[in-house]
């Protein structure tokens, strides 16, 4: 597949991660600017930070200059779903060379859910390949959303509210494509279980970490129930 | 605000954020030893676990307690399925889904 025709695929599957990322950017940008920062810091902590909701928590905490261990403390436990994700491409990345260590930073829910569903791509070569385009253009939507917003967020006024609904449809999407893909069906309805268990319970701030880490303890130890080669 | 300490709180949380993504790749892919079992059945299992997670922490804000704040989400990710379940493209499910739900929630129809 020639190169060009890998940036079209990495770009049309990014669409649905353009559509929210800039909304997403934008709020951000103009938030941060509110607080009393220059878009230079829009920018920079986009290139360098790149986490979604961590960065909106990150307004906060520097509006109110927020005690340093504080900082560290929250940024791990907003970011800590993150652990689980590495998990899945520590040999695909592994094997990525140069493109590892950006791999690895640029991590984040949606580069990991476009990542989980490049399955069909042939060879190995390529699908390393578009993996690297989609993370590269997935951050390049959060940091020209984020510059937009802060230079020109008071000026947008057409109504694009719940275009961020995009995120929960990609997600939807890829939860559909793995389903199809496979006959066991167990994992998908324990982290959809401990989930929504974990919601009901502990309410929509803090439910993630825990629904992860019981899915986490559930999956390995009904391992050989599921099926070491699931 | 002082540029100093505005620059150690994002240096901390850029460092912060990147210790969770590395954390895995230190503990297991460092070494050319082979990934522990246990580690690589996790990796070909999660990604179903964390997708379905992922769907429900996208809507998490809805609340039962009122149809307005909830049918909307609820529509939303149901178009979408349906969609995609009978076409298969999907970018076609997303616009489809995300369409249904910007009409819904700027008409406040529901």
């Known amino acids: 597949m020639s190169t060009l025709r890998l940036w079209r695929k990495a770009f ?16 951000f940008g103009l938030l941060l600017q509110q607080a009393g920062y220059h878009w230079l810091w829009a920018l920079g902590i986009s290139v360098f930070v790149f986490a979604g909701s961590m960065q909106f928590v990150l307004v906060g905490l520097l509006s109110q200059q927020a005690p340093l261990t504080t900082v560290a403390i929250t940024t791990l436990l907003v970011n800590s779903r993150h652990i689980f994700y590495g998990i899945s491409f520590i040999e695909r990345f592994r094997s990525m060379g140069r493109r590892a260590p950006y791999m690895i930073f640029s991590l984040t829910d949606e580069t990991y859910a476009l990542l989980c569903a490049t399955g069909d791509v042939g060879s190995k070569e390529e699908r390393d390949t578009l993996s690297f385009r989609i993370a590269v253009l997935n951050q390049s939507y959060w940091v020209s959303g984020s510059v937009i917003g802060s230079v ?10 719940g275009i961020d609904f995009a995120m929960t449809a990609l997600f939807t999407v890829i939860f559909i494509e793995q389903w199809l893909s496979t006959k066991r069906h167990v994992p998908a309805v324990i982290g959809a279980a401990c989930a929504i268990g974990s919601l009901l319970l502990f309410g929509p ?7 992860l880490m019981v899915a986490v303890t559930i999956l390995l130890a009904g391992r050989s129930l599921i099926g070491e080669d699931a | 605000m002082n540029i100093r300490y505005s620059l150690l709180i994002v240096l901390v949380t850029a460092i912060s954020t990147l210790a969770t993504r590395v954390v895995p790749f ?21 990604p179903p676990a964390v997708m379905a997670a992922l769907v429900v922490y996208s809507v998490k804000h809805i609340s039962f307690l009122d149809h307005t704040l909830w049918m909307n989400e609820i529509i939303g990710v149901i178009v979408t399925a349906v969609v995609h379940l ?8 997303i616009a489809a889904g995300t369409g249904i739900y910007m009409v819904l ?6």
């Not at chain 2, 009978?86 to 499910?93: A, D, I, K």
């Open chain 1, 152 to 161: 020109l967020g008071s000026y947008i006024s057409f109504d694009i509210t």
């Open chain 2, 86 to 93: 009978w076409r298969r493209n999907t970018l076609v499910s």
């Open chain 1, 205 to 211: 701030e803090n439910f993630l970490l825990p629904a």
């Open chain 2, 105 to 110: 929630v700027q008409t406040a129809l529901l």
């Open chain 1, 12 to 27: 049309l599957r990014t669409i649905p991660v353009l559509m929210g990322y800039s909304v997403l950017g934008i709020a």
């Open chain 2, 26 to 46: 230190l503990l297991f892919g460092t070494a050319k030893q082979e990934v522990p079992r246990a580690i690589s059945y996790l990796g070909r299992v999660l």
